[in-house]
Antibody, heavy 120, light 110 residues
Framework: QVRLQESGPGLVKPSQTLSLICTVS??????????WSWVRQHPERGLEWIGY???????YDNPSLRSRISMSADTSKNHFSLRLSSVTAADTAVYYCARIQAAAGHFDYWGQGTLVTVSS | QSVLTQPPSVSAAPGQKVTISCSGS????????VSWYQQLPGTAPKLLIYENNKRPSGIPDRFSGSKSGTSATLGITGLQTGDEADYYC???????????FGGGTKLTVL
């Protein structure tokens, strides 16, 4: 059974960089059948697609966030990460990591999510 | 404002049937697979339907999906109180160059 687990600071100051890691167990992020992605959910609101990374290091991100996003993958540790720079209160959200089936594009496994609050 | 439009809420009695619509455009739903997710309170989304109408292992056949043109529909029959959740549609939008979710629909089982 594939499991994904987000980790990182729950509180980030405005203008700083949000950094999260998603550790994958029960499967390898080097498997070319999948993309490894991030989705966020603002409080009491819907889901927002952030982006994904392939094991080769290729990334694809939401154009609305592109200038602030950086994603990477560490196949030796079987985890991938998200960095979002210059954060504001509008970036306060629950951040989920999820696996995408590359052939069809759907999210088949999700982490439990981690709340990141941007506040001074 | 979401690119994909869903009704904010739907409701029905236990045992009844409900449908949830997801309206998009030619840049998203018409030319891409649609998937549906169930989000129970306080939990992560869970895949219900993929490739428009396929169910993952473990999802009961009470849940169904369909797509026609620029719209997709999630159907749930034999409603149970445990089905109370938020439901989201999702697809790729080639104009935006990003994945897009609907705004979500809150299902209440009266």
């Amino acid at each position: 059974q594939v499991r994904l687990q987000e980790s990182g600071p729950g509180l980030v100051k405005p203008s700083q960089t949000l950094s999260l890691i998603c550790t994958v167990s029960g499967g390898s992020i080097s498997n070319g059948d999948f993309y490894w992605s991030w989705v966020r959910q603002h409080p009491e609101r819907g889901l927002e697609w952030i982006g994904y990374i392939y094991y080769t290091g290729t990334t694809y991100d939401n154009p609305s966030l592109r200038s602030r996003i950086s994603m990477s993958a560490d196949t030796s540790k079987n985890h991938f990460s998200l960095r979002l720079s210059s954060v504001t209160a509008a970036d306060t959200a629950v951040y989920y990591c999820a696996r995408i089936q590359a052939a069809a594009g759907h999210f088949d496994y999700w982490g439990q999510g981690t709340l990141v609050t941007v506040s001074s | 404002q979401s690119v994909l439009t869903q009704p904010p809420s739907v409701s029905a009695a236990p045992g009844q049937k409900v449908t949830i619509s997801c309206s998009g455009s030619s840049s998203n739903i018409r030319n891409n697979y649609v998937s549906w997710y169930q989000q129970l309170p306080g939990t992560a989304p869970k895949l219900l339907i993929y490739e428009n109408n396929k169910r993952p292992s473990g999802i009961p056949d009470r849940f169904s999906g369909s797509k026609s043109g620029t719209s997709a529909t999630l159907g749930i029959t034999g409603l149970q109180t445990g089905d109370e959740a938020d439901y989201y549609c999702e697809t790729w939008d080639r104009s935006l160059g990003a994945g897009v979710f609907g705004g979500g629909t809150k299902l209440t089982v009266l």
